[in-house]
């Protein structure tokens, strides 16, 4: 069978390029009995992929992003009659002849559109309907961002499945000393330290976890170190800072370096990450993957994640928040358990077990046959809510 794969957004920060790059090279690795052709616009991302017989890595030339999508790709994809065409990212090519596989990261876009600016709501209020009646099927990365898509689309309903993240083998715990030095040394993190790291917006709920240190901070030791950036209209969540007490035990490294974050993880004694809405949340899985204890909310597929190994909390609760970090930092005992059961829940969330269920979709696709797939691994464990809280007013301060 030869699949068409859409790697324009292949070298990409972020959660979006490192589900493209794990992702596919697990699918190139199982599936030896296929060709992959591997779509670019970029010669340098292009050389990456070579050297493999069943790889055929392919520059297509297009001025801009919309035209690369859907003129050059399908161009290229009716003329080399590929049997499937899979985008890891967001688009599909209108005028693509073979069945096209779309990914929905998330359900953002219809949940909380009030965290992105207007052009982009019209765009995906336009685009996304149009895109997933193109879709032959649908992989959605959690089970509660397949229901929310049924909800909203009943037409998806019977051809999605859903394929969670894997971790990297490269989150890990990090225990060699010279290591951990150089890395609290470049981020002058503190000795010891309750860890956010992501986007810092008003999903995110970094002003209801500032709110929930301020209550914490006079009765543990430990700082909070938020690690990110701003994104849309993320400055208000720092608006908690304004008070002095407060900023004194809060430090803003920025954002840190792919190849530091193990370490960053394992110095921390938590993570912390009560965020509004998630379609998957991948840093919570490479927390516990580092055996750091973790705390997160109801919101969206969190639970989903972390399943029976990290409590959950309302997310417009900052004494809850407050109460279950407390909880882990002043009980070695109880901090000890959650890293067992962090570590062993991490090991569900494998990119293999991503790219073997994947590359079943995309075989029955070119068979023209619908996907069969079980439930995804160890979410019959979790109890995930047919609706999960979401924020009363995103404008609130505690929403930042």
Known sequence: MRIAVMMRHAAEGGGTGTYTRELVRGLVDRGTCHRFDLLFDDPAAAAEWAGQAHVHPVVLRAPG??????????????????????????????????????????ADWFVVPENYGWRLRAYQAVALPLYLRKARHTISVSEESRRRLAARFPFTAGRSNTIHHGVSPRFQPVTDPQVLARVRARYRLPERFVLYLGLIYRQKNVGGLLEAFRRLMGSVPHDLVVAGRPAFHGRRALEPLADPALAARVHLPGWIDEDDLPAVLSLAELFAFPSYYEGFGIPLLEAMACGTPVVTSTGGACPEVVGAAAPTVDPDDPDAIAAAMHAVLADPEQASRQRRLGLARARLFTWQTAA???????????????????????????????????????????AG
Do not use: I
């Open 65 to 106: 992003r919309m035209a690369w999508d859907q003129w050059a790709v399908p161009r290229y994809c009716n003329r080399a009659g590929v049997d499937v065409v899979f985008n890891p990212k967001h688009a599909m090519p209108f005028l693509a002849k073979a069945p096209c596989l779309f990914v929905l990261h998330g």
């Open 356 to 398: 073997a269920r994947t590359l079943a979709v995309l075989e029955a696709l070119g068979r023209d046959e619908p996907p069969d797939l079980p439930p995804p691994p160890g979410l019959a464990e979790t109890a995930v809510p047919d609706r999960a809280p979401l924020p009363r007013d995103l404008s609130s301060p505690l």
